[in-house]
């Protein structure tokens, strides 16, 4: 199974600092949406693994949470693309939970629902918590300069990025890499 986990806020869409609460707030980052679809255009099954503390901060609900999601599916599925799954920790940073990433608890939820090792997969994300998750679950990791790693876009990298994560401008440039690729784990001189 050819397999692609994607945080969500700053990967896919705009983040914000007040939280992304409503429907009307997901917005799609330039390209993202057509970059997922091309991933699935080339035979790659793609999950979302996503920090969601609105939900246990109370400055959102899970009714408003699916209606985010149904409005990403749509707009997908406009463009022949498909998100197989969404994986989220509903929790705050103080209820200590081991779904919050930087832990490895989605990424292990996501491993034994579709019954694969993540060994490789590949992962993107906006930020060190992101690819530390993954990392820690074996998945290989990936940073797109969007979202809270957009100000590194002129040089630099966030602190705590895991060892051999690869830098890429945005989602879709991480797409264009994965596909030229194909199904060849990166090698990492250890």
Same mark, same amino acid.
């Given at each position: 199974m050819k397999l692609v986990i994607l945080d969500r806020d700053g990967t896919i869409n705009s983040d914000s600092d007040e939280f992304v +609460? #409503?429907?009307?707030?997901w917005m799609p980052l330039p390209g993202a949406l057509e970059? *997922?679809? =091309?991933?699935?255009?080339a035979g790659w099954h793609v999950v *979302? /693994?996503?920090?969601q503390s609105g939900l246990g901060r109370g400055l959102f609900?899970?009714?408003?949470?699916?209606a985010m999601h149904a409005k990403m599916h749509k707009m997908l599925a406009a463009?022949?693309? =498909?998100v197989d799954a969404v994986f989220y920790c509903p929790h705050s940073p103080e209820e200590s939970?081991?779904?919050? +990433? &930087? !832990?490895?608890?989605?990424?292990?939820? *996501?491993g034994a629902r579709f019954g694969v090792p993540l060994f490789g997969v590949p #992962?993107?994300?906006?930020? /060190?918590?992101?690819?530390?998750?993954? /990392?820690? /679950?074996?998945?290989?990791?990936?940073?797109?300069? #969007?979202? +809270?790693?957009? &100000?590194?876009?002129?040089?630099?990298? &966030?602190?705590?990025?895991?060892?051999? #994560?690869? !830098?890429?401008k945005d989602l879709s440039a991480f797409v264009d890499y994965i596909i030229e690729r194909g199904v060849r784990p990166l090698q990492v001189a250890i």
């Amino acid at each position: 199974m050819k397999l692609v986990i994607l945080d969500r806020d700053g990967t896919i869409n705009s983040d914000s600092d007040e939280f992304v +609460k #409503t429907p009307e707030e997901w917005m799609p980052l330039p390209g993202a949406l057509e970059a *997922i679809a =091309r991933l699935n255009h080339a035979g790659w099954h793609v999950v *979302i /693994a996503s920090n969601q503390s609105g939900l246990g901060r109370g400055l959102f609900d899970v009714a408003s949470l699916n209606a985010m999601h149904a409005k990403m599916h749509k707009m997908l599925a406009a463009l022949g693309g =498909r998100v197989d799954a969404v994986f989220y920790c509903p929790h705050s940073p103080e209820e200590s939970c081991n779904c919050r +990433k &930087p !832990l490895s608890g989605l990424f292990e939820q *996501i491993g034994a629902r579709f019954g694969v090792p993540l060994f490789g997969v590949p #992962t993107a994300g906006d930020s /060190a918590r992101d690819l530390q998750a993954g /990392a820690a /679950a074996g998945c290989e990791p990936h940073l797109v300069l #969007t979202g +809270k790693s957009a &100000p590194f876009r002129d040089g630099g990298q &966030p602190e705590g990025l895991p060892v051999g #994560t690869v !830098l890429h401008k945005d989602l879709s440039a991480f797409v264009d890499y994965i596909i030229e690729r194909g199904v060849r784990p990166l090698q990492v001189a250890i």
